[in-house]
């Protein structure tokens, strides 16, 4: 593989993408909106306008695609269904055909939600049971992109934390910054995620593009079933940050658009015997992190 494009670039995974893609072959990225600051190679690619598209894959000739751009605000997603229809759907399809008709490795990054959230610790054999419209896109994406390119890669991965370089806060992020101001943050205790570390989720991407076995549908999480609080408990502990700014809440008292699954934790197992790994493990993630610098806090 000599040349590889990752669309969403500039965003939160994207840039992780790029780095952890960067030594292995030539790296392209896109953006939609705003080009990232970062030194790469970067191009401006719309998902919503399909002619540009395919202009821009033409140019480019991409051995590998990795596509993780999306419309990937749950609440945006709900207001403006037909937007992210086009962007997270027909867009897929756009790139999807591309690459089939190219010969071109592709790997989807899809999510977990596009489970209810009724059970938890989903498998890959579970049916898939969206209940909010950008679980649904993300769904019918995974579709297409596997009957037109069936020796495809579909990773669905669990709620990413690190610190974001991009624009696109992550969770993280955001509840290290507002501890750090002594500003509240609200989090749920009953909505269930498998958080994993960004950083593990773009090696395993650029690991998977170089297994011929790895065509097919994946999870991909951490160790532990965590409330968004008890996350956020975790995180606060470990950057010795009070966490008595972690106000504990319900998903009812909280009105938001998009309806949010109790538990989409998913099961990794697959995927860690795939990789010869006994578990993406939340707590060694966080340790990781923490010997990190955080973001400046202003
Ligand atoms: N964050 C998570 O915890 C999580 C969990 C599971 C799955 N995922 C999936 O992982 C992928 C990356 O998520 P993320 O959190 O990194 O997202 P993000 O930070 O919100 O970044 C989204 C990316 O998509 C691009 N984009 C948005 N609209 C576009 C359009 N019309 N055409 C082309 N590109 C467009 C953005 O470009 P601009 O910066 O120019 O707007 C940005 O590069 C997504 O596919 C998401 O569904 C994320």
Known sequence: MRRALVTGAS??????LIRALAGTCDVVGTYAHRAPEASGNFCRLDLGHPEEVETILDELRPEALVHAAAAADLDWCEREPERATAINV????ILARWAAAHGCRFLYISTDQVFSGERGLYR???PASPICH???TKQQAETIVRAWVPDSIVLRVALMFGWSTSRHRSASNAIYENLTRGQPVRLFTDQYRSPILVDWVAEVVARLLRLPEASGLWHLGGDQRWSRYEFGLKLAASFGLDPSGLLPIRMAEFSSLAPRGK???LDSTRICRLLGRTRFSAEEGLNRLARTSPPRVE
Request: net charge negative; aromatic share 16%.
């Open 124 to 126: 890959e054999s579970d």
């Open 134 to 136: 950008y679980g649904h």
């Open 90 to 93: 027909e867009g897929t399809r």
């Open 263 to 265: 538990d989409c934790s």
């Open 11 to 16: 965003g939160f995974l994207g840039s992780y």
